[in-house]
């Protein structure tokens, strides 16, 4: 058994598919195979019950898994410590984020970060919110970056950037033109939403909430699970709805979309880094003031 072995068996079940596992590591699909059968073999033991296109722990797997995940974080610690010896930073960062931070801004600062640290290989997964912090508080992601707080996990959050929230409808929507809409007005609205789970979604909630609109009595026309989907729904003439400025600006600009103008403050939330407790690796502690510097240039 060797620590590659254990990193493929932890990707197959965190990818869900041996060809996702095989993009994630940057290897072929035939060598997480093999890979994964000689880890069986060694062990004397299935660990993959891979009948009817599913992945699924069987009992030797579920055993396995908490000794792979605990080998690997003290193997990447070791190497962290060691990397300090040189002053190079290197090894693994596994980043978990939200759609918005996932898609429109840890992609951005991605380039610049391998170019200060080529020895950090970078992996990001994106995920709804709730997902993005377990995976922080189980060790599958050295970094999280979430756009809501999930109170009562066992994780560090600390904001970092704000993002601002808008409301969009279709171009030929009546209220097109009209200025300083009190958002308890769009009761009567269809509204396109994310899914629960999303910081969007708990954001807008509050949001309406507090703005004196019941998040429950909304007409909800339907839930997508992405903010692409939700312009593109939009778009389409299904409804209005809150969605993140860095999501919608392309449609904005092209006038597919027009933004309602809100009355009231901005509706603005806050973005956040997710962090296991105790002292980060070296690479997410790069990372973190790598993001730190790309969001204030």
Not at 59 to 85: F, N, W, Y
Not at 265 to 281: E, H, L, N, Q
Request: glycine share 10%.
């Amino acid at each position: 058994m060797n620590t590659s072995q254990l990193r493929t068996f932890l990707a197959v079940l965190d990818q869900g598919s041996f060809s996702a596992a095989a993009k994630s590591l940057g290897i072929s699909q035939p060598a997480v195979t093999m890979q994964i059968q000689a880890l069986e073999t060694e062990l004397g033991a299935t660990l993959l019950d891979r009948r009817y296109r599913r992945i699924d722990l069987t009992e030797a797997g579920h055993i396995l898994e908490p000794h792979a995940r605990r080998t690997v974080s003290e193997i990447d610690g070791a190497r962290s410590e060691i990397d300090q010896l040189s002053g190079e930073v290197g090894g693994t960062l596994c980043i978990a984020a939200s759609t918005t931070p996932g898609v429109y801004v840890v992609p951005r600062l991605l380039g610049a970060f391998a170019c200060k640290h080529p020895l950090v290989k970078v992996t990001v997964t994106v995920h709804d919110t709730a997902e993005v912090v377990s995976a922080v508080e189980e060790g599958r992601a050295q970094l999280g970056i979430v756009g809501a707080v999930i109170r009562g996990s066992r994780a560090v959050f600390e904001q970092y950037k704000s993002d601002e929230l808008v409301a969009i409808c279709p171009p030929d929507s009546p209220l097109v033109g009209l200025r300083r809409v009190a958002l308890s007005a769009l009761a009567s609205e269809r509204w396109v939403v994310r899914e629960q789970g999303s910081g969007t979604r708990a954001m807008t909630e509050r949001e309406l909430t507090a703005r004196g609109l019941d998040p429950a009595h909304l007409q909800v026309a339907a839930q997508l699970s992405t903010g692409e989907a939700i312009v593109t729904a939009v778009e389409g003439g299904l409804g209005v709805a809150i969605v993140s400025r860095f999501v919608a600006e392309k449609s904005l600009a092209l006038g597919s979309v027009v933004r309602i103008e809100l009355a009231g403050d901005a509706i603005v939330r806050p973005f956040y880094t997710v962090s296991p407790k105790g002292t980060p690796t070296r690479a997410a502690a790069a990372f973190m003031t790598h993001l730190q510097v790309g969001l204030e240039g």
